[in-house]
């Protein structure tokens, strides 16, 4: 019992690390330009089949490296031509369209590398588990857990002390004082759209290790993470690494005791705290209204 | 009398004229009365979500949910409670819409792209509930074992069962009811009310409109417009699914009210014919379909902000 509920745990926190990934960056995005990214899982799974198709010519460690910003790159050209324009309008219709944008990476990705999973192979020494006790315990989750927690910690110093981060953050408190300022405001969302596909893109790559590639991988990753966002705080990108691994451990334990209620556990976890807390657990007054 | 009103007037009837003889210019079209009286069903929806977005300026992105538990509604008093059509459609309407109103209730504080976050994630709690309570819902098969009934006015049965044309004038029945109902409640004080928060809501805050209860009250009203919808779909089926209450059902509805323009009170029945039609023709030739569909929305998005009705409303003036 205590190795099931360790393995539960494990798993849980396994996919809360993929949770945070997608939910900082859609998070990012959001608070800056205030932009509901719908096609962020749809970046996630251009990410995963750039490194599957890469991966032949530059290996595992390259793909690693090199797929990400690919995805951002990708991620840029899309922000400059679809979505810049839509800054000036209501918030609403950037959301419509990355709505749209989704079903189209979709149908895109599938049209191109086909409906069929595709596996994508990861060095062996990553694929033994750690110990007999513990078998759950790849090298391969251990390492995406590890990756994660230093690209997070990389995002976290960038907005602490580098003058984009400051600016950022600055811009997600009032935008206009900072265009205001003389900085480039157009400029500082690009890069900022860029740091939060690139996170996506990094997802991708390290569930294709994990999980394989499908078209559709991306789509149920993108709830969870929004509601990693509510109930951390929209507005505390702190708040949202909490959430994601918050529900992450949560369905992780419920699946032990209440299997069928796994998936739903973690809208209950966020009905409760929007009732109890509505600015979420990290949250500032009033970002939400 | 100036010309304006009567320009108004003759519209009206051509649209009501058009609608109501749908199953005799549909076939030599190429289509059939099926697909207008799906296209009636899912404009009603589209409509219903318009309500609010249009209307009021907010867009809930969960509203599918509301849907779903429409065709639910329906389906499980048919199955299990009695064998009336018209008591189904009430069912489910009731069941929609009071789920809807009292979470609501929760609701009506957030704004914008929150507003739109949040409906999303409690509009897929009853998608997994419909998905789970499988002994009640039939899980992922969806619910089956049901359909229609033949409407008993004593002297005479209209029977809507075997018969699309009989189905398709009886949807259009229920349509017109649901319509002139929210075109009477936009006319009205309260729907001049949604407009002026749409408007400005802050001013008016000031004029001492209780706004939050206006937005409730609107919402409730465009859960139970949606509500009344689903229960119609699950009519036209003859059965019930999950996926009707999960959140790409609640894009693809809000994909028709903006395609179609969601500042016009007619512009989503358009969406929904333009989105239904493309959908039945597109998904025969190509596997693709959706990312037609994503595009054509994408390009509304960026070109024609105020849809295809508005374009065209532009082009006249």
């Given amino acids: ?289 | 009398m100036s010309t304006e009103p009567i320009r108004k007037l003759v519209v009206l009837a051509a649209i009501w004229i058009i609608l109501a003889l749908a199953p005799y210019w549909m076939a030599p079209l190429g289509g059939y009365t099926a697909l207008a009286t799906r296209v009636l069903v899912l404009g009603l929806a589209a409509m219903s979500l318009n309500f609010l977005l249009g209307f009021t300026g907010v867009l809930s992105f969960g509203h599918a949910a509301w849907f779903g538990l429409g065709a639910y509604g329906a389906g499980l008093t048919l199955k299990y409670l009695a064998l009336s059509t018209p008591l189904a459609i009430v069912a489910g309407m009731l069941l929609g819409g009071v789920c809807g109103g009292l979470l609501g209730m929760l609701l009506v504080r957030r704004r914008g792209v929150y507003f739109a976050m949040v409906t999303i994630a409690f509009g897929q709690v009853f998608y997994y509930i419909a998905f789970q309570w499988s002994s009640l819902t039939g899980g992922d098969d969806g619910l089956r074992g049901f359909a229609r009934q033949p409407i008993d006015f004593g002297l005479f049965k209209f029977d809507i069962l075997s018969d699309a044309d009989n189905f398709y004038y009886f949807v259009l029945f229920c349509f017109a009811l649901m319509v002139g109902a929210m075109g009477f409640i936009l006319r009205s004080p309260f729907g001049r009310t949604m407009i002026a928060i749409r408007e400005n809501e802050r001013r008016s805050r000031f004029l001492g409109i209780p706004v939050e209860r206006h937005i409730w009250i609107a919402f409730t009203l465009s859960c139970f417009f949606m509500a009344s919808a689903g229960a119609l779909y699950a009519l036209v089926n003859n059965f019930a699914d999950p996926r009707g209450l999960h959140y790409s059902q609640s894009g693809d509805f809000v994909m028709m009210a903006v395609m179609g323009g969601m500042r016009s009170f007619w512009g989503p029945l358009l969406g929904a014919a333009v989105f239904v039609v493309l959908q039945d023709y597109l998904s025969s030739i190509t596997v693709n379909w959706m990312s037609f569909v994503g595009l054509l929305f994408v390009l509304v998005v960026l070109f024609f902000p105020r849809g295809l009705l508005g374009f065209l409303q532009r082009g006249k003036a």
């Avoid at chain 1, 945070?20 to 970046?43: D, E, K, T, Y």
């Avoid at chain 1, 907005?159 to 811009?171: C, D």
């Avoid at chain 1, 369905?251 to 979420?280: C, D, K, Q, W």
């Fill in chain 1, 1 to 289: 019992m205590t190795l099931l509920l360790l393995f539960n745990i494990t798993n849980g926190l396994i996919v809360g690390a993929f949770y945070v990934l997608m939910a900082l960056g859609l998070s990012l995005i959001l608070n800056l330009s205030n932009v509901i990214n719908f096609a962020h899982g749809g970046f996630l799974v251009i990410g995963g089949y750039i490194a599957y198709t890469i991966t032949p010519y530059v290996g595992f460690w390259g793909a690693l490296l090199l797929a990400p910003p690919l995805t951002a790159i990708i991620g840029l050209i899309v922000e400059r031509i679809l979505i810049r324009p839509l800054y000036g309008r209501d918030p609403l219709y950037s959301l419509l369209l990355t709505f749209g944008l989704a079903f189209m990476i979709e149908d895109g990705t599938r049209f191109i590398w086909g409906p069929q999973g595709k596996p994508v192979s990861i060095p062996p020494f990553l694929s033994q588990p750690l110990s007999n006790e513990l078998f759950f315990i790849t090298g391969y989750r251990l390492f995406m857990v590890v990756v994660a927690m230093i690209v997070v910690g990389l995002l976290f110093v960038l907005l602490r002390y580098t003058r984009l981060g400051v600016r950022i953050r600055a811009g997600t408190l009032d935008l206009e004082t900072v265009a205001a300022l003389g900085i480039n405001v157009q400029m500082l969302r690009s890069l900022n759209f860029a740091v939060g596909i690139f996170l996506a893109g990094l997802s991708g790559v390290l569930a294709a290790g994990q999980l394989g590639l499908e078209p559709t991988m991306g789509t149920g990753l993108l709830m969870p993470s929004f509601i990693a966002i509510i109930v951390g705080g929209i507005g505390s990108l702190p708040g949202t690494l909490v959430g994601g691994l918050l529900i992450g451990v949560a369905s992780g334990v419920t699946a032990v005791f209440f299997p069928a209620a796994s998936e739903a556990v973690i809208y209950v976890m966020m009905a409760v705290i929007l009732l109890t807390r509505p600015r979420g657990l990290f949250g500032e007054e009033g970002m939400m209204s």
